[in-house]
């Protein structure tokens, strides 16, 4: 069965700082990973996904994350953080099944506050 | 813009009193879901429609139904609100759903609240 983790469920940011929040999948076969970015009281958005082409990923609203198949991880980055990034941030893997529905595993969700 | 709408934004409910939430889609995808979201919590899946193939989560209560009258319009029927019903609930559509790689799209939520 497949499955992710998200490892911090808070972080906390200071603007203008790194930020760096960490995920680790599960997976029999080649996964498919992505991100989604979720504002208070809103659907989810599509940050960026992997798809067994390039390991590094670059999204939108500068986030980029790098898979690494020997770690099992596909931490998400951004060099310097805004205030509009405060929100809830889900590391979702795709649950393949042979022909069967494909269906979307979340992580927890980790919660991103940025300070001023 | 292709997109995924849902309406109302916000309901109110009373307890036992059945309610009805829509979703639609312009992005013409063949693949329609509807999640289910508590608060500080993952999104649930409900049950999905492949075109008018309709699946449901072995975990999802009967008293949750839905309808798939075309390719555009989903609907989330919830036929006696209990309290622990109060959630967010999410639409998504994908394109295909035998395709890993293919993204689903969300709505903005629809905020149930039960009185």
């Known amino acids: 069965a497949q499955s992710v983790t998200q490892l911090d469920s808070h972080v906390s940011v200071s603007e203008g700082t790194p930020v760096l929040l960490r995920c680790n999948y599960s997976?029999?076969?080649?996964?498919?990973l992505f991100w989604y970015v979720q504002h208070p009281n809103k659907g989810l958005q599509l940050l960026l996904k992997?798809?067994?082409?390039?390991?590094l990923v670059k999204g939108i609203n500068g986030f980029e994350a790098e898979f690494k198949k020997s770690e099992t991880s596909f931490h998400l980055t951004k060099p310097s953080a805004h205030m509009s990034d405060a929100a809830e941030y889900f590391c979702?893997?795709?649950?393949?099944?042979?022909?069967?529905?494909?269906?979307?595993?979340f992580g927890t969700g980790t919660l991103l506050a940025v300070q001023p | 813009d292709a997109m995924v709408i849902q309406n109302p934004r916000y309901q109110v409910t009373q307890f036992g009193k059945p309610v009805t939430l829509s979703c639609s889609q312009t992005?013409?995808?063949?693949?329609m879901y509807w999640y289910q979201q508590k608060s500080s919590q993952a999104p649930k899946l409900l049950f999905h429609?492949?075109?008018?193939?309709?699946?449901n989560e072995a975990d999802t209560p009967d008293n949750f139904q839905s309808r798939r009258p075309n390719t555009s319009f989903c609907f989330l029927d919830i036929r006696s609100p209990g309290l622990g019903d109060a959630a967010m609930y999410l639409c998504?559509?994908?394109?295909?759903?035998?395709?890993?790689?293919?993204?689903?799209?969300f709505g903005p939520g629809t905020r149930l609240t039960v009185t």
């Open positions: 979702v893997v795709s649950d393949r099944r042979g022909g069967a529905t494909n269906k979307l595993i």
């Open positions: 997976s029999s076969y080649s996964p498919s």
């Open positions: 429609y492949y075109d008018k193939d309709f699946n």
């Open positions: 992997y798809t067994s082409a390039a390991t």
């Open positions: 992005l013409n995808h063949n693949v």
């Open positions: 998504a559509t994908s394109r295909d759903r035998r395709q890993p790689t293919y993204e689903q799209y």
